[in-house]
Nanobody, 115 residues
Framework: QVELVESGGGLVQAGGSLRLSCTAS????????MGWYRQGLGNQRDLVAV???????NYADSVKGRFTISRDYVKNTVYLQMNSLKPDDTAVYYC?????????WGQGTQVTVSL
């Protein structure tokens, strides 16, 4: 079993920054990929960024150059640094981890970007 606890969401003005954190516990030695999805109101859940066990990141086109995903293997934590935020980035952000042949999800954290 893997448990994920997220933090760092909130309200920010357009152009501002936020950093999301997601800490894993449980069978952490089994985790391969970790990443973030987001779901805006009425929208599907879309991939934002992923980082594999080797530390290689990939990003959705919509966030390239603005968001940075990183991973601390000692703290078992993945981060999403979000800069130059736009109102379109408003969503619930969900952390995930792939382990034990399934995907595990965090509870979600709300990010709201105002004009």
């Amino acid at each position: 079993q893997v448990e994920l606890v997220e933090s760092g969401g909130g309200l920010v003005q357009a152009g501002g920054s936020l950093r999301l954190s997601c800490t894993a516990s449980g069978s952490i030695e089994s985790i391969t990929n970790m990443g973030w999805y987001r779901q805006g109101l009425g929208n599907q859940r879309d991939l934002v960024a992923v980082i594999n066990s080797g530390g290689s990141p990939n990003y959705a086109d919509s966030v390239k150059g603005r968001f940075t995903i990183s991973r601390d293997y000692v703290k078992n934590t993945v981060y999403l640094q979000m800069n130059s935020l736009k109102p379109d980035d408003t969503a619930v952000y969900y952390c995930y981890a792939d382990a034990l042949r399934r995907r595990w999800w965090g509870q979600g954290t709300q990010v709201t970007v105002s004009l």
